[in-house]
């Protein structure tokens, strides 16, 4: 069965560090790339980071120099550390493996992106 | 960056009604590069639809997906009482990659 866990959520307090796992099983993990994505109570989804096949990572700009995304192959894990935590990233944080389907028309040919499995989540709360 | 916008903001709908949900986004978009998730409370999201109109493996045929350019649409020809939940679009974005997500439409029971 194709599965991520997430773990490592929890309590901490405004300025501190915490460091998330997902362990990924029923795949080829060091074949995809990986994304967090977070939600806090209530609102919408939100693009957290991103780690390609060859471990090169992206970040939107309200988590860049905070959070370090990588991953280890050998141990099928993806993880988050995030640093300099704030109210504002209190949040449900899930991990996404990213499918990626190719396919022609008569005329071209396009790849879709996509994230076709998730965890259950684990959550953060950041408050003194 | 592409700012995506969903309407309505809730869909109040009996069992059996047609949903049709919108996507608009800021700037045209590619079509394969376009997804539907939909999320009910307490769980992880699940994918729906990808590539603006392809049913996700599982996915039953009441929900479809349409669209190009800067409008898509997410259809669900009869609702059925599983369906009530919240519906995000969401755009890739591939340099530098990158996932943006609408603000959601929720579907509840009128």
């Known amino acids: 069965e194709v599965q991520l866990v997430e773990s490592g959520g929890g309590l901490v307090q405004p300025g501190g560090s915490l460091r998330l796992s997902c362990a990924a099983s029923g795949f080829t993990f060091s074949s995809y790339d990986m994304h967090w994505v977070r939600q806090a109570t209530g609102k919408g989804l939100e693009w957290v980071s991103a780690i390609g096949t060859a471990g090169d990572p992206y970040y939107p700009g309200s988590v860049k120099g905070r959070f370090t995304i990588s991953r280890e192959n050998a141990k099928n894990s993806l993880y988050l550390q995030m640093n300099s935590l704030r109210a504002g990233d209190t949040a449900v944080y899930y991990c996404a493996r990213v499918g990626v389907r190719g396919y022609c028309s008569s005329t071209s040919c396009y790849t879709s992106y996509y994230m076709d499995v998730w965890g259950k989540g684990t959550t953060v709360t950041v408050s003194s | 960056e592409i700012v995506l916008t969903q309407s309505p903001g809730t869909l109040s709908l009996s069992p059996g009604e047609r949903a049709t949900l919108s996507c608009r986004a800021s700037?045209?978009?590619?079509?394969?590069?376009l997804a539907w998730y939909q999320q009910k409370p307490g769980q992880a999201p699940r994918l729906l639809i990808y590539g603006a109109s392809s049913r996700a493996t599982g996915i039953p045929d009441r929900f479809s997906g349409s669209g190009s350019g800067t409008d898509f649409t997410l259809t669900i020809s009869r609702l059925e009482p599983e369906d009530f939940a919240v519906y995000y679009c969401q755009q890739y974005g591939s340099s530098p990659p990158r996932f943006t997500f609408g603000p959601g439409t929720k579907v509840d029971i009128k």
């Open positions: 700037q045209s978009v590619s079509s394969s590069y």
